[in-house]
């Protein structure tokens, strides 16, 4: 098994989530982290795929390097936030 | 092996300009395992199908295998795909009508090979792919991921300098995907270049490389592994 799709119920869309995930027979966690960055302000004119660009480069860049980036989740278009998916390094 | 300066690809409907890429740079070296991802509609499949000359930036330039294909009439492009560039599918792109020897042939066929050496090829590619039992079965009496092992086969038969892959396990079970990911690894050991784009963070862990698309835009590069030396 190398991927499990969990239903996260009732989270809030602008909180951080976070995942811990134990494999009990070789003993070894892994942490997983999904963070929302508020598009807020990035508007809808021609500058604002630009815009959103910049926020989430700056912001990926600006991350803790004790995390990895594993994906940047789908949103659908115009969304408020963008979510990301962080593994911590071991 | 591949490489692009502020490649940019729109599309225009219904008055409407879409920017899929925007001012893309980026170098692949021969023998690296690279990885796209990013959400849907960000442009991995027209970086993809850029990459494969089925499609033309609209500014900026390629280079591939040090030449400079961005203005490249039509007649080179077919020309220089035959032979150096292998597509994998997430639909696999089989031709119903064919056997599965017939399907991996077909690269074959095009590029003029003796039958002889047509034939020999493809046993020998239907016995590394564990299919040889099945060459004369069609696309629809096997399973998906024998469909994609035929459709790796077909791909590699020509021993192109690179494959190009579009969601190879999108349609498959962890099972079957795990198996095509394994050929790909195998494939990429043995010197093939390979660009897949995934929505899978597990199939990406096989790459050297792991490139994140925002918009169009490459947001980020990440450094899974070493290339092997040599």
Partial sequence: MKEVCIPLDRINEADRTELEVKDSKNNRVQRYRIESVDMTGTGDSDRASQDRFSKLQLYISNYTRNWELIQILDSGEGAKYIHLLYRKRN | MIRTEEL?????????????????????DEGEFIAVMGPSGCGKTTLLNIFGLLDRPTSGRYWFQDKDVTNM????????RRGNIGFVFQSFNLIEELTVFQNIELPLLYQRISSGERKRRVTKVLEEI?????????????????????AIARAVISKPQIILADEPTGNLDSLNGEEIMNLLAQLNNDGTTIVMVTHSP????????????????????????AMKAG
């Fill in chain 2, 73 to 80: 009439n039509e007649i080179h492009r077919t020309r220089l």
């Fill in chain 2, 202 to 225: 597990a199939d990406a862990d096989n790459a050297h490389r792991v490139i994140q698309l925002f918009d169009g835009h490459i947001v980020t590069e990440n450094i899974k592994k």
């Fill in chain 2, 8 to 28: 940019t690809k729109t599309f225009i409907g219904d008055e409407v300009e879409t920017i899929a890429l925007n001012r893309v740079n980026l170098a692949i």
């Fill in chain 2, 130 to 150: 564990k299919l040889a039992h099945r060459r004369k079965n069609f696309p629809r009496q096997l399973s998906g991921g024998q469909q994609q092992r035929v």
